[in-house]
């Protein structure tokens, strides 16, 4: 099919965008690390390139129907993606702070990845359990030392994606690989759906988990204190607000989900923003 032809723009699917990518297309970063009991441990999130975003998106739309717009703002950068659709361009958009390391170009990149969730791509990762790298002299990646003196540098390996995190070509082979590095503690690498929390649940279970899936129990009222609180500590970017309620809850929450959030687990988010509030 020629996607270019406009005759053929009322048959994208859209769902095409959501599906998961190769293992080798996703890059990790470090959100947060630190040494207990002499042991180096560090806490990984996980995004798609930006080149397989570009890919995914020129499968899907076709080249000439889908376009990229940067813009930088105060302490980072804004980016859109427009997809033309039965003619008329439909944009979403999402930002990134400067990043500590090449600032400008750490911030577009940032931007860019960010961009493509809100038309699904990549938003699958969010549902990843809290995931830690694998710490290893010959790791693919390099942190380096903390600025506080925290930890010194280290290399590190990322943890194995879970099946269902994975296209469905390779499904199968993955089911039959071996077992990841001691290590790589994602709990569900060889299940074949992505973890839900049950009503059942116990709920230091459920704290593990992303709930995007589930039925939350928070009020509007509290979800409001929570990005009150996130304001009022000067945290007022998305991918900050994210960063920040994901390492108080111990797992990767997107900010459209609080809503999905049972009561305790805003009370606890709302309690530790006071905490920090009062202590700032």
Known sequence: MDREDPKNWEVLNFKKLHEPFLAGDIEWRVQSAGVTSDKTWAKVL???????????????????????????????????????????????WDGAQNT??????????????????????????????VAYADITPNGEYYQSKDKKGKYDAFKWNPPKL??????EVIKGAEKLSEPSLEGNVIEAE????PPEVTEDMPFGDQDKIDPPDSKGDIETKDIKRIFAKLHALDVSDT??????????????ITLPSMNFLSVAQGDKVITELINREKAK
């Open 190 to 193: 060889h299940e074949d759906v």
């Open 162 to 167: 879970p099946v269902w995190a994975l296209p």
């Open 239 to 252: 991918m900050a607000q994210h960063e920040v309620v994901s390492e108080i809850l111990g797992f990767n």
């Open 100 to 129: 500590d390391i090449e600032s400008l170009k750490g911030g577009i990149s940032g931007a860019v990845k960010r961009a493509g969730v809100p038309w699904g791509i990549g938003r699958y990762l969010y549902n990843l359990r």
């Open 46 to 92: 996980a995004y798609v390139q930006a080149r397989a975003i570009f890919e995914r998106l020129d499968e899907v739309c076709g080249s000439a129907n889908w376009q990229l717009e940067v813009k930088q703002i105060d302490g980072g950068f804004l980016a859109g993606i427009g997809i033309r659709h039965y003619g008329e361009w439909i944009w979403k």
